[in-house]
Structures are given as C-alpha cells and as structure tokens.
Nanobody, 121 residues
C-alpha cells in the first residue's frame, strides 16, 4: 500500500507563488509516474503536470512556463513549483502516483487527499 501526504497549499495573491509537496510512503515496489491534477468547482479534474521515472515531464498548456514539476527519487517526493499564479489556478490540487505497492498485482493510481490552492486579491 502507498500513502501520499501533500502539503503547501494555501491562499496567495495573483502573481504570487506556491510550492506543493507530496511524499509517498509505505510498502512501495516501484513508482513509474508522479504528477499533479487539479479540480475546480463544477469542472473536470485535469492533469496539471507529470514526471516519469526518467524525468521526462509534460504540462497542461495553461500552466506551461509558469509551473515546474520535479521529483526527489531518494525521498519518493514530487514537487510542483507554481509561479505567476492567477485566479484560474484556484482549485483543489491532488497528488498522483502511478506505481505498485508490495501487495499490488499491477501498477495502479494512488491519490493524495487534495490540498486547496486559492488565488485571490
């Protein structure tokens, strides 16, 4: 089983920055991909950014040039540096890990509990 613990959400002014962290722990066999999704009220959950075990990254068009995803493999932690935030970035952000725990027969998605990011003046 894999547990994800998120931190770093909060209230920020437009144009400001936040850094989200997500640490994976538990009986981990392998982590293939780590990423961040977000969901605003009344909207679909969408991919924000993802990073593979080989450090290949991809971003939603709306955040390219503003957000940066990174990972620390030694700590099984993924980060999301968010700069130049605007009100459209307001959402609950969810950490995602695609991988296997010791009891998993195949790779499955694991989700964090979500952390609120609010961009407002």
């Amino acid at each position: 089983q894999v547990q994800l613990v998120e931190s770093g959400g909060g209230l920020v002014q437009p144009g400001g920055s936040l850094r989200l962290s997500c640490a994976a722990s538990g009986s981990i066999s392998i982590i293939y991909t780590m990423g961040w999704y977000r969901q605003a009220p009344g909207k679909q959950r969408e991919l924000v950014a993802a990073i593979t075990s080989g450090d290949s990254t991809n971003y939603a068009d709306s955040v390219k040039g503003r957000f940066t995803i990174s990972r620390d493999n030694a700590k099984n932690t993924v980060y999301l540096q968010m700069n130049s935030l605007n009100p459209e970035d307001t959402a609950v952000y969810y950490c995602n890990v695609f991988g296997r725990g010791l009891s998993d027969r195949a790779a499955v998605p694991y989700w964090g509990q979500g952390t609120q990011v609010t961009v407002s003046s």
